[in-house]
């Protein structure tokens, strides 16, 4: 592959000046990544002596069509994509495949203006009709758009949407009203409708299922109050709107009134509504990290990890600074039986871990207790869901070897059971070594979880 494919650009967090950046293969805007693309074979044999039965992974849209809206597919992406699936299923990994992970092509954000633009549903389409028959029976579970419900606090990396120069602004998507938020969410469900009906006509031995952020699903009241507690349910539907299109069919009845109110009603064309009635996802796949707490007129923030309010004095453990998330397994659980309770099926945790700042010592041993605590008390609590009566199909720890963190930026927020020597500027070897937790997960994954 070429060095100008190589560098195709698409889109990234940039911690360091604060902004939404065109990021390129191989490279994020401050600092090199792990290089996983020259050295994908190495890093698939360390993950099949940890006893992976599945790998999540994404195809870049842009190293397929480097600008997104061109008529054929670069064969040299292709054919990477190929040597990747064909050595996880070589090692009885199975491929579990992102189409969409906040790497939207540039061009197609400031040429036509993202998923605002009815266009970007044919883009979409001659994209993944191309992967779809190039990949069918390689890959066996696909993820159509990862997180899509920030859409609506991320519209430019989930979205992909501009505002008049977002590249270089200090606050992207400022000028985006909340019909345009809402028009955008109309064209990726149509997309995603299309999606799936093409998948079972390309792929019929595959299964695909949406990908949503959903840590802010386990958002306690502050307190008693009625008003705490409309306030969480609200906060509840909002960040389950995109799903209950995927995987009901239909708009959620709460939002005929948010339209009426706010002027928002996005536009449709005919046939819309059938197409997403009749073409639901065959599963819900969703991240979990850490729970939080919502009092009645305050503002929620956001990270990556999912959303943070008023402080919890039942949560008495956190995970280190700098980055000090609450650790809550029981919110998983309860994620877990909420969407079993509304849905009614299979549910995938692709993700869920923990970032820790960690260096080998001076014999080279990564000591980590910290995450095997954590993985430990998360997979006691999906033993729980499971138990409880839902149909949990599978569980992916984010993200198995140490990259770059998509929302700092950061080399230093480290998640994996495979340490990456390289650091935030840049420097180190890339050798790839095993932390204590390597061993601790692999007996979990040998044991199915009975064993913890």
């Given at each position: 592959m070429s060095?100008?494919?190589?560098?195709?650009?698409?889109?990234?967090?940039?911690e360091g000046t604060g902004k939404?950046?065109?990021?390129?293969?191989?490279?994020?805007?401050?600092?090199?990544?792990?290089?996983?693309?020259?050295?994908?074979?190495?890093?698939?044999?360390?993950?099949?002596?940890?006893?992976?039965?599945?790998?999540?992974?994404?195809?870049?849209?842009?190293?397929?069509?480097?600008?997104?809206?061109?008529?054929?597919?670069n064969e040299a992406g292709l054919a990477y994509y190929d040597g990747l699936f064909d050595a996880m299923n070589a090692r009885g990994i199975q491929p579990v495949v992102s189409l969409s992970h906040y790497e939207t092509p540039?061009?197609?954000?400031?040429?036509?203006?993202?998923?605002?633009?009815p266009r970007m549903g044919e883009f979409w389409m001659n994209y993944v009709r191309t992967v779809f028959v190039r990949y069918a029976g390689k890959v066996r579970y696909w993820l159509t758009f990862n997180e899509i419900n920030n859409l609506f606090k991320l519209p430019f990396a989930a979205g992909g949407m501009l505002d008049i120069h977002p590249v270089h602004t200090e606050v992207p998507n400022a000028d985006l009203t909340e019909r345009d938020l809402y028009q955008a969410a109309h064209h990726v469900a149509v997309a995603n409708a299309r999606t799936v009906a093409l998948c079972r006509e390309l792929c019929p031995d595959a299964q695909i299922g949406a990908m949503l952020?959903?840590?802010?699903?386990?958002?306690?009241?502050?307190?008693?109050?009625p008003n705490d507690v409309i306030a969480v349910q609200q906060f509840q539907h909002q960040a389950t709107f995109l799903l209950d299109l995927f995987a009901k069919g239909h708009y959620p009845r709460w939002v005929a009134r948010t339209w009426a109110e706010m002027g928002c009603e996005p536009a449709m064309q005919p046939g819309d509504l059938e197409l997403i009635a009749q073409n639901t996802v065959d599963f819900i796949s969703f991240s979990y990290y850490k729970s939080c707490v919502l009092k009645a007129g305050e503002v929620m923030k956001t990270d990556t990890g999912g959303a943070y309010g008023a402080n919890n004095p039942y949560i008495t453990e956190y995970s280190p600074e700098p980055?000090?998330?609450?650790?809550d397994p029981q919110g998983l659980r309860y994620v877990c039986n909420w969407l079993t309770d509304a849905y009614g099926k299979p549910l995938f945790v692709v993700e869920?871990?923990?970032g820790l700042d960690e260096a080998p010592d001076p014999s080279g041993r990564i000591d980590d207790p910290f995450r095997a605590r954590y993985l430990r008390m998360h997979v006691e609590q999906l033993r729980e869901a499971v138990r409880d009566g839902c149909d949990v199909m599978g569980y992916l720890w984010w993200g198995p070897i140490d990259i770059v963190s998509a929302g700092t930026g950061e080399?230093?927020?480290?998640?994996?059971?495979?340490y990456v020597d390289k650091d935030n500027d840049g420097a180190g070897t890339l050798a790839r070594s095993k932390?204590?937790?390597?061993?601790?997960?692999?007996?979990?994954?040998?044991?199915n979880g009975e064993e913890l």
């Amino acid at each position: 592959m070429s060095r100008g494919l190589l560098r195709a650009p698409s889109i990234a967090w940039n911690e360091g000046t604060g902004k939404w950046e065109p990021a390129f293969y191989g490279l994020y805007p401050s600092h090199e990544a792990i290089d996983l693309y020259h050295r994908y074979k190495g890093d698939l044999d360390l993950m099949a002596e940890l006893g992976l039965k599945a790998l999540r992974t994404s195809i870049s849209w842009a190293r397929i069509f480097p600008k997104g809206d061109e008529e054929e597919p670069n064969e040299a992406g292709l054919a990477y994509y190929d040597g990747l699936f064909d050595a996880m299923n070589a090692r009885g990994i199975q491929p579990v495949v992102s189409l969409s992970h906040y790497e939207t092509p540039l061009h197609l954000l400031t040429e036509y203006g993202g998923w605002l633009s009815p266009r970007m549903g044919e883009f979409w389409m001659n994209y993944v009709r191309t992967v779809f028959v190039r990949y069918a029976g390689k890959v066996r579970y696909w993820l159509t758009f990862n997180e899509i419900n920030n859409l609506f606090k991320l519209p430019f990396a989930a979205g992909g949407m501009l505002d008049i120069h977002p590249v270089h602004t200090e606050v992207p998507n400022a000028d985006l009203t909340e019909r345009d938020l809402y028009q955008a969410a109309h064209h990726v469900a149509v997309a995603n409708a299309r999606t799936v009906a093409l998948c079972r006509e390309l792929c019929p031995d595959a299964q695909i299922g949406a990908m949503l952020s959903l840590s802010q699903l386990a958002t306690y009241p502050a307190t008693c109050s009625p008003n705490d507690v409309i306030a969480v349910q609200q906060f509840q539907h909002q960040a389950t709107f995109l799903l209950d299109l995927f995987a009901k069919g239909h708009y959620p009845r709460w939002v005929a009134r948010t339209w009426a109110e706010m002027g928002c009603e996005p536009a449709m064309q005919p046939g819309d509504l059938e197409l997403i009635a009749q073409n639901t996802v065959d599963f819900i796949s969703f991240s979990y990290y850490k729970s939080c707490v919502l009092k009645a007129g305050e503002v929620m923030k956001t990270d990556t990890g999912g959303a943070y309010g008023a402080n919890n004095p039942y949560i008495t453990e956190y995970s280190p600074e700098p980055w000090r998330w609450p650790v809550d397994p029981q919110g998983l659980r309860y994620v877990c039986n909420w969407l079993t309770d509304a849905y009614g099926k299979p549910l995938f945790v692709v993700e869920n871990g923990v970032g820790l700042d960690e260096a080998p010592d001076p014999s080279g041993r990564i000591d980590d207790p910290f995450r095997a605590r954590y993985l430990r008390m998360h997979v006691e609590q999906l033993r729980e869901a499971v138990r409880d009566g839902c149909d949990v199909m599978g569980y992916l720890w984010w993200g198995p070897i140490d990259i770059v963190s998509a929302g700092t930026g950061e080399m230093c927020k480290r998640y994996g059971f495979v340490y990456v020597d390289k650091d935030n500027d840049g420097a180190g070897t890339l050798a790839r070594s095993k932390k204590d937790s390597f061993a601790y997960y692999r007996h979990i994954i040998d044991t199915n979880g009975e064993e913890l």
